[in-house]
């Protein structure tokens, strides 16, 4: 969303005191605001134009606005649900959650929201609903039980504060619960029309019972109607909001998706540790990074759950940093990314469970580096100071604590008044408060910095005209004159030189100078950059020491020998030059745009960027450097470009990033610097530029894609392999988690590399085959090998008929049915559980060991965008293709990507078009083989009904032909698939035609078009495995002896001519046949003689007096017999004895399949199914298969150029293997402690019985007693 600048000054408060105000009605009315005391709940409008407090004290919301005219809070309205009474009608409900603190400030809440038009939904009241539930039984899933359940909702109300009446909202059943409710901005670009128009403000609801829902409602006058609903097709992920995007979060693999709610399209993919529980997420203010914080897992290895946080480039999903705090008790309430342009900083709110005393448990605030790779809890800075003012405690009731946005902090300061203030209170001196007041000294980013060199640039050209008429004044001197300077002679060199020019330039802590040293003897100029660092703050800050380290200091000479070779003067290599706040020193040169920097680490001077129009002149294009960071008419240049009306301001910026350096012309020439008269001391600084936007993680997130471009067209595979093994590393450092998405910028340009690298390609492929590896809890799945792993979730507006179906289900079915008996009875029966057991026979009786990979080229196999709007012309004929239809590499599918990819695609979607195309063809070759089979029992009409329907699908099936032809004609002539196809569908369509005319057609035709068709329908079973394997090894080896078989054919021709020559004149006496008469006999008799060895055509011929025969045919019993035969069987015997050949050829005729079924049957929409088409999937690798790999890998058998990396494989294995065991001896103790359990409850029912029997014994003997003094009684009593 776009930020909306709001100037506010810093006293800007409102006291609680009664306020008066104009109604809608233009009557005066007076009410007090809330007091701290009574708000329970505080949020914001998408821009900050609106903050509403609502407090559950006197049911009632309160609007204060915030205006451009106006610095402070005004207060504008006030709704009363005392004063609104008609919402009975209203049926959305949200669901209730209790909290004693609040988990995220600010966040949109499920039920209170206001939009930039002062549209508001609020609580209206807490009501208990039943929630029916249909649950499968843990342990047994063929059961399904029933549960009503009595939960607290919140009924929500929209209200307009304008008129202070409640909203129409036409709803699409009669009731909702909902998840999250909130409005979208109105004036964002993401939701534009194609007409380029503003949308109507949007309301969205997100619902997850029954049905996984996005409804979104347009507003209109005072009334929401619902537009439209969106399907989440997904499997108990979560789902967040935030910004208008929908992040969909797979908790089991860990993935984060991105989707635009307005297209429903995909738009990036994060990768978060699995092993963490996500607790919220959420886009930056301004967009550009994605915030996600959770918690550790409990398990067998982890017992404290500490939290993280990690932090994503919101456009390609690749991760910056993860901040990690190494105690349970840490909670983190809140990220935001402050002083985004000036300084970006991260601002972590978390606070501590450990304090006793409820008025100690306060929010503690630091801020660190948003880009830094990961550090520890050293480098967090206390910023504390930010919140000045403000106190929030943990126990209070009132929810959301503070408001942060755009750098502005709304919320009840100390005195309980609302505020709304500058979280950056002076954005001139922002670097200067983090050095100096936070002690802040960690490496900063400035957005802002392309004003200043844009600004440079534009000087640079001044300055350049001012020299033609001054020659002296080439730069802003500091410290030296030109005078003072020519007179300064060193001698502390062997050689002695004058300093003809020194500047300096300095901001914090890093002291650049630039001198001019031109040699006495043989008046050589070099330009010397020296940077000189007092880091006596940034040790002691890091050491924690009060000893102050020594000055360091480098110093590099930056004109390059081809500069030195030119005709150009040495001095006007350098045009202007300033320090930058983060003090790092930008340098407008004669080559271009330079920025350089100051290690801290080895304390060396190295160069950051590079731009330049990429030309081959020296004078480069300054308009050309302008328009990487600017968005400027393409129609200006160096003519027409305007300098006096030129405002920066005013223009769009390409990126928050700086734009990525001019790798092309730093490839191609690569310079050497000279740094003394040694050639062994040159340096090739722009060459350690590449080597370190490679090495850090940072640049290579953010450039590496175009690097890689560059690098590929200037054809270096040096660096190539220096990126690929500068990733691996990457990935390798990452332990935790799957940091894959480095391989993004790789996907992105695979086919131009498999193109002109194709040595590389392959290595690539292979090395990176075994590197992805997933840990997930997949006790309950049993895959097989190479099998992709569980469905991928996606967003698809619901059509007519599905939006039916669902009004039905959840209006009716649910309600009715879901939980009645005679459902669960029938889900219960015994048939139905038959019917499950039957599948389930077919499951191992023991899960075996299994680990996951994910396939490592993100966005190989998807469509861009583009495709939906290619030409109806170019979809039929020339469709555009995937990188998995490009790419035809026998090494690629021979690894396990391949191959998974390849199972992948068949079993999402490939078998069921298949199946579909092979019915339609048993369809169009039956009916011609039936006619051509019983023409004599079929009536003549319904011959031609038959007929008709083979013409008519045999054109479908041509057009099929053609559109293949025009795809590629190349590839559509080198298979010999093709030539089968073309031939039985023209010779069918040809021979129905005729057969319809004429009422007949000759035998031949008939006959040669069933066994054409019959063929083919053959070849329709190479899908299957035991057939396709044979038919990929008869394709496969048919290609490799085509020559060997047309040299056989012309060695039998000549020995049929040279027989025919010799016989052609000679009757058989006994018979009369003679086959070598004809020509075309002669070759068959040839040919019937080779295969089946029998020389019965020329018997009457041999015999001693005929030499020539008996020459003839020993030679041809030698050569063609024994011979050639013999080297044949030998050649295929050759051909098919591997049988990883066989099963690649297999893979390959799968392919072929899956592509034709991609090109000419999917509609583009289709082919944006994010289910069918994902950003990436991931797949099961049975334990027993790897370790047969890598010992394949290990053995001198292995013939591949290279191998893949195993070393996280190989601890997967292990951890996989401790993991075993421990749930092992976890299941022994667990029996143990159910043995004992069992042997004490037994003992406890011996003792128990023990106890019964010796209370039925004393009983009894009590009894008796009884009975005996009775009767003693009775006796002596008597007497």
Known sequence: MEDTVIPIDDNNTHNGKQEEFTTHNGKKEEFTPHTREQVTMITCSPNMKNIVTWSDVDKSAVCWCVSDNQQKLELKHKISLENNKNYDKYFVYSKYIESEHSKNFDDIRNYLTVSDDKFVSMPIEKVDLEIKNIKINEKDERKVVSEIENKSVIKIGIFNFQTEKNVSLKLPYSEMIIETLAFLNENNPDFLNENKTSNENKLVMISKDPLYRIYIFTRKDDEFIHQSTIKVETYDEKIFLSNGKLFIHDEKLGSITKWDINTSKFEAYFLFNNSFKVDNMKLSFNGVLLFVYGRKHVDNLHKDPYPCISIYSADNGNKFTTYKYHDKTVNIDAVYLIASDIGARLLIVHHNNTSKKKNEKKYKYHICDPFAPEKSEKSYVKADELFNGFEAKCDEVFVNKYIIKNDKIVGFNNDGNLVIKRLIRDNDNWISYLRNDLKDFNSIFISSVSEKIIDLIVKSNEIIEKATTDSDKKMV?????????????????????????????????????????????????????????????????????????????????????????????????????????????????????????????????????????????????????????????????????????????????????????????????????????????????????????????????????????????????????????????????????????????????????????????????????????????????????????????????????????????????????????????????????????????????????????????????????????????KNLFRPSPSNFINIDNSTFYNTWNGEALINFKWNTFGRKYYLVIWLVYLVFSSSFIIVATLSDYISWPCQKILLIITTVLGFWHLLVEIRNFTFSYKDYFESIWNYLDLGAIISAIVTSIIWLINGSVSTGAITFTTLLLELKFIIYLRFIKYFGIYLAMIMNTADKVVAFLLLFGLIILAFAHSLHLLLRSVIFQDSGVNMFIQFGSSILAAYYMMVTGDSTPVSEWVSNEDIIIMTLMMFFSFFILTYLMNLFIGILGNLLGDNKDNHLAYLTLKKEILEEIELFYLFPSQKRNYKWFPYTFYYSVHISEIRKLISYINSDEWEESAKPITTKIKKAIKDEKQESEFDKIQKMIEKVVEKRDQKQASEAEKIEGMFKQHAEEVNAIKEMFDNFTKKFETTFGKT
């Not at 001197?477 to 030189?497: G, L, R, V, Y």
């Not at 050309?624 to 200006?636: A, G, Q, T």
């Not at 740094?675 to 060459?687: C, T």
Request: hydrophobic share 35%; charged share 30%.
């Open 477 to 873: 001197k500091s410290e030296k004159t030109t005078e003072e300077a020519t007179t300064d002679i060193d001698k502390t060199e062997n050689e002695p030189f004058v300093i003809v020019n020194e500047y300096s330039y300095s901001k914090y802590f890093v002291t650049w100078t630039l001198k001019y040293k031109k040699y006495i003897l043989n008046n050589n100029m070099y330009i010397i950059l020296t940077a000189k660092l007092q880091n006596d703050k940034i040790e002691q800050a890091e050491t924690k020491t009060d000893s102050i380290a020594e000055t360091k200091t480098d110093f590099i000479q930056i004109v390059p020998e081809i500069f030195f070779n030119s005709d150009k003067d040495i001095e006007s290599f350098v045009n202007i030059c300033d320090c930058l706040d983060n003090d790092d020193l930008i340098m407008v040169t004669y080559w271009g745009v330079l920025i350089w920097t100051f290690n801290t680490k080895n304390y060396k001077i190295e160069l950051n960027h590079c731009w330049e129009d990429e030309g081959d002149e020296w004078i480069w294009n300054r308009i050309n450097v302008i328009k990487l960071f600017y968005e400027i008419d393409k129609e200006i240049d160096e003519k027409t470009f305007d300098i006096k009306n030129f405002d920066i301001k005013k223009l769009k910026k390409k990126s928050y990033f700086l734009p990525p350096s001019s790798y092309m012309n730093i490839i191609h020439y690569n310079p050497a610097f000279s740094q003394s008269k040694s050639s062994e001391d040159f340096r090739y600084l722009f060459n350690e530029l590449i080597e370190k936007h490679i090495k850090d993680r940072f640049f290579l997130i953010l450039y590496g894609q175009k690097l890689i471009e560059d690098i590929i067209k200037e054809n270096e595979e040096t660096l190539l392999r220096k990126l690929l093994n500068g990733c691996i590393e990457h990935i390798e450092k990452d332990e935790e988690t799957l940091n894959t998405q480095i391989f993004r910028i790789f996907s992105q340009s695979i086919h131009e590399i498999f193109k002109n690298n194709p040595s590389f390609f392959e290595d690539f492929v292979i090395q990176i085959s075994l590197l992805c590896i997933l840990k997930v809890d997949k006790k309950d799945q049993i895959l097989k090998h190479l099998n992709h792993y569980q469905n991928y979730s996606c967003l698809s507006e619901l059509s007519y008929l599905e939006s039916l179906f669902d009004t039905i289900y959840i209006s009716f079915l649910y309600k009715k049915f879901a939980t009645s008996d005679l459902y669960i009875y029938i889900i219960n029966s015994y048939p139905y559980k038959k019917i499950i057991s039957i599948f389930s026979i077919f499951k191992p009786s023991r899960i075996p060991p299994q680990i996951f990979l994910m396939f490592p080229f993100p966005n190989f196999a998807t469509y861009d965008d583009e495709i939906e709007n290619d030409g109806f012309l």
